[in-house]
């Protein structure tokens, strides 16, 4: 199985879930990194660890809709079978919903079902991370970004192999 991680950032949990596929911690191959900012440190990490990656955005596309398309044939291209979303901040529309349908895991860094994004489907994982008195938007920040680096792997890996059977 030929998987895609979309980022918009930083590249952190992009580089945990690649260093699991690397370890073969994961099933199936991480084909490609997709970022919607081609100046995002992301792009450096994927350079860094050897993964093909891919980058334009909405306004070089002419709109929301060619984007859409563009990127459905970049994941055509790589032969893409199911996608994580880690750090994408983007919606995703009906172009890519529809060809992937049920087959995108996202990242979402808040308690569901009381703070809800535009994301459905089942709940594969999710753990509670307490806001301490002490806490500093960096301190409160580490701890959720441990928490998605232990977390998502796992969930990730769940979809994956429930993808195969």
């Not at 860094?109 to 301490?132: C, K, M, N, R, T």
């Amino acid at each position: 199985m030929r998987v895609a991680i979309l980022a918009s950032g930083n590249g952190t949990n992009f580089e945990v879930l690649a260093q699991h596929f690397k370890n073969n911690d994961l099933p199936g191959e991480l084909a490609l990194l997709f970022c919607n900012h081609p100046d995002a440190p992301v792009m450096k990490r994927a350079a860094r660890l050897g993964i093909p990656a891919e980058s334009f955005t909405v306004k070089s596309c002419g709109g929301k809709q060619e984007y859409e398309e563009k990127l459905l044939g970049v994941l055509k291209k790589y032969q893409i079978d199911f996608i994580a979303l880690a750090g994408y901040l983007r919606v995703i529309g009906p172009t890519i919903l529809d060809h992937y349908a049920h087959r995108i895991i996202n990242l979402h860094p808040a308690w569901l079902p009381e703070y809800p994004g535009l994301d459905s489907g089942p709940i594969i994982a999710q753990e509670h991370v307490p806001i301490l008195p002490t806490d500093t938007i960096e301190t409160l920040e580490a701890r959720v970004h441990e928490t998605e680096h232990r977390l998502y792997p796992e969930a990730l890996k769940q979809a994956l192999e429930k993808e195969q059977h």
